[in-house]
T-cell receptor, first 112, second 112 residues
Framework: DTEVTQTPKHLVMGMTNKKSLKCEQH?????MYWYKQKAKKPPELMFV???????INESVPSRFSPECPNSSLLNLHLHALQPEDSALYLC???????????FGPGTRLTVL | LAKTTQPISMDSYEGQEVNITCSHN???????ITWYQQFPSQGPRFIIQ???TKVTNEVASLFIPADRKSSTLSLPRVSLSDTAVYYC?????????????FGSGTRLSIRP
């Protein structure tokens, strides 16, 4: 299995909802990432888990909460989001040195 | 931060060689240089990664001068399907989340 899967593909939520995005890889990669990408902009890194240790981009608001239950799974818990949080959320994993990352197809999130 | 700078857009024709340069003046000793390709509404796809000198794979070459302050992605004999956004990324998997920053991307358009 050489791919990163993300569910759901699309998500529409209200500002008071709680939802979660899920990501899974079975390539034995040691690092997993969450990115946010707005239209016509580059991906922005939100969180990194390397050997299940979390690194946070300090600019990410606390309404986004990552979780890494094990080395194959990555969740992003969403709570009290704002309309400006609408974006494509990408998950990626990395096998070793450098930044060779394998990206999933993304979850298109719309916050109403 | 190893911020990267790329041309916003480039145009070329089928069958031509295309070279996209990325500047990364503040690259750190442990940083790798990685290039990605992204089509609309898809996750980025890894193209090539290097640390120094020249790296070549089946789709591209990456040229890195001795001072490592820039790099050039070379795409031989492009086709229409190479129309995409190309991102340069500098860093290491062990970098903190706030230090892994995608460049603004180069929008490459290939014409018949």
């Amino acid at each position: 299995d050489t791919e990163v899967t993300q569910t759901p593909k699309h998500l529409v939520m209200g500002m008071t909802n709680k939802k979660s995005l899920k990501c899974e890889q079975h390539m034995g990669h040691r690092a997993m990432y969450w990115y946010k990408q707005k239209a016509k902009k580059p991906p922005e890194l939100m969180f990194v888990y390397s050997y299940e240790k979390l690194s946070i981009n300090e600019s990410v608001p606390s309404r986004f909460s990552p979780e890494c239950p094990n080395s194959s799974l990555l969740n992003l818990h969403l709570h009290a989001l704002q309309p400006e949080d609408s974006a494509l959320y990408l998950c990626a994993s990395s096998p070793g040195e450098g930044l060779e990352q394998f990206f999933g197809p993304g979850t298109r999130l719309t916050v109403l | 931060l190893a911020k990267t700078t790329q041309p916003i857009s480039m145009d070329s024709y089928e069958g031509q060689e295309v070279n996209i340069t990325c500047s990364h003046n503040n690259i750190a000793t442990n940083d790798y240089i990685t290039w990605y390709q992204q089509f609309p509404s898809q996750g980025p796809r890894f193209i090539i990664q290097g640390y120094k000198t020249k790296v070549t794979n089946e789709v591209a070459s990456l040229f890195i001068p001795a001072d490592r302050k820039s790099s050039t992605l070379s795409l031989p004999r492009v086709s229409l399907s190479d129309t995409a956004v190309y991102y340069c990324l500098v860093g290491d998997m062990d970098s903190s989340a706030s230090k892994i920053i995608f460049g603004s991307g180069t929008r490459l358009s290939i014409r018949p």
